[in-house]
C-alpha cells in the first residue's frame, strides 16, 4: 500500500474485507489499477474506464463504454479526484 498515500487505511481495509478480488489488489501497491484506466464519469458504483482490462470480472460494458463496478478501485478514484480539485484552487 507504499504507494496510496493520503487515504483513510481502515476504509481500504474495511472495503478490502467485504470483496474478492481476482487481482490480488495490485491496484494498491501500483498506486493504479493495472488493468484499465479511469477515462471519464464517476458514478456512485462504478467508474468509466478504458475498457483494456475486458477480462476483468468487474468490468460492464454499454456498448463501447466500458465501467468499473470495482468498489476499492472507485474508492480510491474519486478520492484521488476529490484531493486532486483540493489542489486546483491553489
Known amino acids: 500500500m507504499s504507494k496510496i498515500i493520503g487515504y483513510n487505511k481502515e476504509e481500504i481495509e474495511k472495503i478490502m474485507g467485504s470483496m474478492e478480488c481476482t487481482n490480488d ?8 489499477c493495472p488493468h484499465c484506466t479511469v477515462k ?3 458514478l456512485e458504483n462504478a467508474v468509466e474506464v478504458d475498457g483494456k482490462g475486458s477480462s476483468c470480472k468487474l468490468l460492464t460494458s454499454y456498448g463501447d463504454t466500458y465501467f468499473c463496478n470495482c468498489p476499492l478501485h ?7 479526484a476529490k484531493r486532486e480539485s483540493e489542489f486546483a484552487g491553489s
Open 25 to 32: 489488489f495490485k491496484c494498491l501497491q501500483a498506486g493504479e
Open 74 to 80: 472507485v474508492y480510491l478514484t474519486k478520492n484521488f
Open 40 to 42: 471519464g464519469f464517476k
